[in-house]
């Protein structure tokens, strides 16, 4: 009976031991394979885009100037600036408001 | 003709002055002075207008920008009565030729030792020259910073 009753336990503690080692090695399988991809993912895109998660934009190359107008025109627009700017200013010092000072101008190079 | 420089002087002390200077033609697209020539002589503007420009940085290059215009009768190069007499803008006559009275400054300083009434009036009408563009400049300056500052609390 003793004997019956120490084998019993015996075997009692084998299955829990066995029972645990077997949720041990089923549970560190299961996170490994949960954090894998996403460590590897982390990985891929830190090396791909350093300081950004956009994407990456193509080596820098200063682009050529691409001017909307000729220098002509554009000093032309600059000289009626100047004009118009005159010209308001020129009522302003005729009779000085603070309406006047602000007036807003409609010179195309600054709208 | 009426030059601003000689309002409220009679006939003859405007003559006076006058024949102090020498008449210069100044053809189209000639300077009649640039920045930071020495300025020894003042100019009464007769005939055409004389274009007054700056140099600024335009696309990487060095352009002359308009400043002001000067018409007959105006004043150009009021510098020549003010240290250090050296002139602060480029004048050029534009499309047509211009026709200028050069007055050098020692003449017309000696002249307006020699006639204090006169002087004295001149010395008016060269501050009502000079205000006038600082009043001129100082409100185009502001209308400019106001604009910077619009477009940077944007």
Known sequence: MEMLLMGMCVAVFGMGIAAVAFGAATRSESSDSAAQPALSLVKADAAAHFFSDRVAAPPAVPPAPAWSVPIEVLLLQIENHVRMEQAAAESFV?????????????????? | MTHELLNGLSFDEAEQVLKLGTRLIVPSGTELFRLGDPADRLFLTERGRIRLTLPMQVRGREED?????????????WSALIPPYRFTLTATAPLLEAVVIALPREALREYLAANPAAGYKIALNLAVVIGHRLQMFQTMWLREMQRTVEVRSA
């Open chain 1, 94 to 111: 005729a009779y000085p408001t603070q309406a006047l000072l602000h007036s807003k101008t409609s010179s195309p190079f600054v709208n």
């Open chain 2, 65 to 77: 920008i308009f400043v002001e215009e000067r018409s007959p009768g105006q004043t150009v190069g």
